[in-house]
């Protein structure tokens, strides 16, 4: 039931109206069925989650430090994974600034508890993750998308748009939904210019260590701690069935993270912290990682040598992204996405039509396709489906 067409006698709250129902999980549930081939999921690879290691782990945390693991614990996280979380990041992070979240989403909700008032001005990239919109929404800002191009945000959009803006949502990795990059270029401009006019970047680097051919150039974050939030995730490099992930804010802020956090959840899992930790302890997110980057850069191949041989002819573009798990395509001129996925579902295949991730004007034209939980095989039939999809819309 969409919440919006709720009949109900209750009197709710004013941001309970600005709660919208997922519009990807409408379009899951349909790609869901049995015999449809999906690239409209968000998911990672479950054949990537290291379910052996996990097993072990668990036993060992249960023996030697159960009973600590099943109590509550400190909101600001496990000490040994704040420390494991310091020591990943590519600059100067002491442990004591890293703050455990329930998975990453919820770093995006504590933002914007601690820093959105109603009517707030905040940016966005253009298109955004929709995740990021829904965490917003329920505070009442005033959503701004900010001109993007293949390198990411436009500093001069970006510039003309800054007066008061509470902060710029930025992912520069492997973005979710058009798995861009922004450029170093880009990077080092951006910072300083978010710096000079004083408004706070909010870095959300879920897939930056999912990349294929070399890491991504430094997070923004690096560049000028003091301006930045930046938000991490365990949930594309081990599983996110865990709900961990992490913030690191500056001093300015850090404290009312925290306080949100407690007044949110009191603390994340212990006991998945503390087996995370177990888990990561000798180096093991190093040995496994390349496995999930030679996994879905096969499967990212897969989907380009599909798409060349599928679309050719058919006004059809698409990106090619340098790491993470989603391509960005755009249909053929007059074509809109969301009218051509229900004659797609009907032929066996599912995608996510681009609108819902833009916050202003939409691009009808754009789809996101996920290349990571097809296999090969079903990548082929799927973009097969696919442009018979589009030959028949278009000869209508
Ligand atoms: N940010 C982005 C860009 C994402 O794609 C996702 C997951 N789809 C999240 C945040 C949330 O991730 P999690 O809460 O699992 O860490």
């Known amino acids: 039931m969409k919440l919006n067409d709720l009949q109900t006698p209750w009197t709710l709250a004013r941001r309970a109206q600005k709660m919208n129902p997922s519009v990807l999980r409408e379009i899951l549930k ?10 409209a999921g968000g998911l990672p690879s479950p054949a990537t989650f290291p379910v052996a290691e996990f097993a072990d782990a668990c036993a060992r945390v249960l023996r030697d430090d159960g009973r600590a693991a099943l109590q509550y ?39 914007a508890k601690v820093l959105i008032d109603a009517g707030s001005r905040v940016l966005v990239e253009t298109p ?11 505070m009442e800002p005033a959503v701004e998308g900010v001109a993007s191009d293949a390198e990411g945000v436009d500093v001069e959009a970006f510039s003309a748009r800054a007066d008061a803006a509470r902060f710029l949502y930025v992912l520069p990795n492997f973005q979710n939904p058009t798995g861009r990059t922004m450029s170093e270029a880009r990077r080092a401009a951006l910072v300083e210019r978010a710096a000079a006019l004083g408004v706070p970047l909010v870095e959300d680097n879920p897939y930056g260590d999912l990349w294929f051919e070399a890491p991504p150039p430094l997070p923004l974050t690096a560049r000028n701690p003091q301006g930045c939030i930046y938000l991490g995730s365990f949930s594309k490099v081990l599983a996110p069935g865990l709900r961990l992930g992490y913030l690191v804010a500056p001093p300015a802020v850090a404290p009312k993270l925290l306080q949100a956090k407690q007044a949110a959840d009191l603390h994340a899992p212990s ?25 879905y850069r096969a499967q990212r191949d897969a989907m380009l040598a599909a798409l060349s041989r599928e679309m050719a002819g058919l006004d059809v573009t698409w990106n090619v992204p340098d790491g993470g798990m989603f391509l960005w395509a755009r249909l053929p001129r007059g074509m809109d996405a969301r009218s051509l996925l229900p004659e797609a579902v009907e032929r066996g295949v599912a995608f996510v039509p681009g609108a819902p991730f833009f916050a202003g004007e939409t691009d009808p034209r754009a789809l996101r396709l996920s290349f990571v939980t097809a296999t090969a095989e079903q ?17 209508r």
């Not at 989403?105 to 504590?110: A, H, I, N, R, T």
């Not at 955004?128 to 329920?138: D, S």
């Open 128 to 138: 955004t993750y929709l995740g990021a919109l829904q965490a917003f929404a329920p």
């Open 379 to 395: 990548i082929d039939r799927g973009i097969a489906l696919l442009a018979a999809t589009i030959r028949e819309h278009r000869g």
């Open 73 to 111: 614990a400190a909101s600001e996280g496990y000490e040994p994974l704040r420390e494991a979380v310091a020591a990943l990041l590519p600059w100067n992070v002491e442990p004591g600034q890293v703050l455990i979240t329930t998975g990453s989403q919820q770093g995006l909700d504590l933002v």
């Open 271 to 295: 006991f998945n912290q503390r087996v995370v930790a177990e888990v990561m302890k000798d180096g093991f997110l190093q040995r496994h990682v390349p496995t999930i980057r030679a996994l």
């Open 30 to 39: 349909v790609a869901e069925r049995p015999g449809i081939v999906s690239f």
